[in-house]
């Protein structure tokens, strides 16, 4: 099992930066695939980035493809999103998911753990 708390949110201008963190407990990190997911008000929950267990193969949405880096440092638990170029319609709850498989995982009901999630709001 594994605990999954993240952040590195909050408020930026539109053209800004932001990197969200989440560190996961547990010895096995490197064990699990991992994703993050966002949920904006009235929307449902859409996969943002996924990364696969050694941090090689990774997965991005078309909408933040230039603009959003997924990582993992697996020696120290913690998987990161790394956004550039913010736009207002970047507005989201961003969760963190993990799942103890070695592949890249795109499909939200197949992750297991779940983060609390934490806000990212861009301003025009």
């Known amino acids: 099992q594994v605990q999954l708390v993240e952040s590195g949110g909050g408020l930026v201008q539109a053209g800004g930066s932001l990197r969200l963190s989440c560190a996961a407990s547990?010895?096995?990190?490197?064990?699990?695939?991992m994703g993050w997911f966002r949920q904006a008000p009235g929307k449902e929950r859409e996969l943002v980035a996924a990364?696969?267990?050694?941090?090689?193969?990774?997965y991005y949405t078309d909408s933040v493809k230039g603009r959003f880096t997924i990582s993992r440092d697996n020696a120290k638990n913690t998987l990161y999103l790394q956004m550039n170029s913010l736009k207002p319609e970047d507005t989201a709850v961003y969760y963190c998911?993990?799942?103890?498989?070695?592949?890249?995982?795109?499909?939200?009901?197949?992750?297991?753990?779940w983060g609390q999630g934490t806000q990212v709001t861009v301003s025009s």
């Open positions: 990364i696969n267990w050694s941090g090689y193969n990774k």
């Open positions: 547990g010895r096995t990190f490197s064990s699990y695939a």
């Open positions: 998911a993990a799942e103890r498989t070695i592949g890249v995982v795109t499909t939200a009901g197949t992750y297991d753990y």
